[in-house]
């Protein structure tokens, strides 16, 4: 998942990430609760060093790594950040990364998005068409089938694919034709999303909005770097 989920599903417009200067600072990776114990072992035998102020929550592992080398967080089941994404029934869909779907969804949950999850957003977007499909495509249905039931987690990715579509002609890497094709996709994709019917319980949150938090707050623990002998 991640950064380099991206590049490994973007082989035709990876160079756009360079063009924009993303670089890679750490590994995400997606697993089983089932497989903690096995995951942790890999790694420590691998020289990784485990970050034990993470080791309280179930959801997720960090590795430390020496200088150079970068971080490995692995999520269990779900990736919990500002909004939750349920992975467990749906990491057979797709190999080596999680379903596209999932992997804006997982740009796009993050409430203070910041510039290289555009960018990796963009250049998924730029890459596959929007479509009802799990292989090589976004699959549009999997994303309003989602939001539809979590008006908060639909405000985040409505509000970051709007400032998406905001900040495109400010990426001077992109040429015209990328700028038209991702505009195009985004707005084909929020207009499917509001098209979708929502649940009760998306219309009772609506009515709520903003005036109570609508995400979670972040726990991220301090990343203590391995010291060189």
């Given at each position: 998942?991640?950064?380099?989920?991206?590049?490994?599903?973007?082989?035709?417009?990876?160079?756009?990430?360079?063009?924009?200067?993303?670089?890679?600072?750490?590994?995400?990776?997606?697993?089983?609760?089932?497989?903690?114990?096995?995951?942790?072992?890999?790694?420590?035998?691998?020289?990784?060093?485990?970050?034990?102020?993470?080791?309280?929550?179930?959801?997720?592992?960090?590795?430390?790594?020496?200088?150079?080398?970068?971080?490995?967080?692995?999520?269990?089941?779900?990736?919990?950040?500002?909004?939750?994404?349920?992975?467990?029934?749906?990491?057979?869909?797709?190999?080596?990364?999680?379903?596209?779907?999932?992997?804006?969804?997982?740009?796009?949950?993050?409430?203070?998005?910041?510039e290289k999850?555009?960018?990796?957003?963009?250049?998924?977007?730029?890459?596959?068409?929007?479509?009802?499909?799990?292989?090589?495509?976004?699959?549009?249905?999997?994303?309003?089938?989602?939001?539809?039931?979590?008006?908060?987690?639909?405000?985040?990715?409505?509000?970051?694919?709007?400032?998406?579509?905001?900040?495109?002609?400010?990426?001077?890497?992109?040429?015209?034709?990328?700028?038209?094709?991702?505009?195009?996709?985004?707005?084909?994709?929020?207009?499917?999303?509001?098209?979708?019917p929502k649940s009760?319980?998306?219309?009772?949150?609506?009515?709520?909005?903003?005036?109570?938090?609508?995400?979670?707050?972040?726990?991220?623990?301090?990343?203590?770097?391995?010291?060189?002998?």
């Amino acid at each position: 998942m991640g950064a380099v989920a991206i590049r490994i599903h973007c082989p035709k417009f990876v160079e756009l990430l360079d063009a924009m200067n993303r670089s890679l600072t750490d590994l995400d990776l997606m697993g089983y609760s089932k497989q903690r114990l096995d995951t942790i072992k890999m790694f420590q035998d691998r020289g990784k060093l485990v970050d034990k102020s993470m080791l309280l929550l179930n959801e997720r592992l960090r590795f430390l790594s020496p200088p150079g080398e970068p971080d490995i967080d692995v999520f269990l089941d779900e990736l919990r950040m500002c909004h939750t994404i349920s992975l467990k029934d749906r990491l057979a869909l797709d190999s080596p990364t999680i379903p596209l779907a999932d992997l804006l969804l997982e740009k796009m949950q993050i409430v203070k998005i910041n510039e290289k999850d555009l960018k990796d957003s963009i250049v998924l977007l730029r890459e596959h068409a929007i479509a009802d499909v799990e292989k090589e495509a976004i699959d549009s249905q999997h994303i309003c089938k989602t939001l539809a039931n979590d008006w908060g987690f639909y405000y985040t990715v409505t509000m970051n694919l709007k400032k998406l579509l905001d900040l495109l002609p400010t990426y001077s890497a992109l040429s015209e034709n990328d700028m038209k094709d991702v505009s195009s996709k985004t707005t084909q994709l929020l207009e499917q999303i509001e098209k979708t019917p929502k649940s009760t319980r998306w219309k009772m949150r609506a009515k709520i909005g903003t005036k109570a938090k609508w995400y979670q707050d972040v726990d991220e623990s301090p990343q203590s770097k391995m010291q060189q002998n």
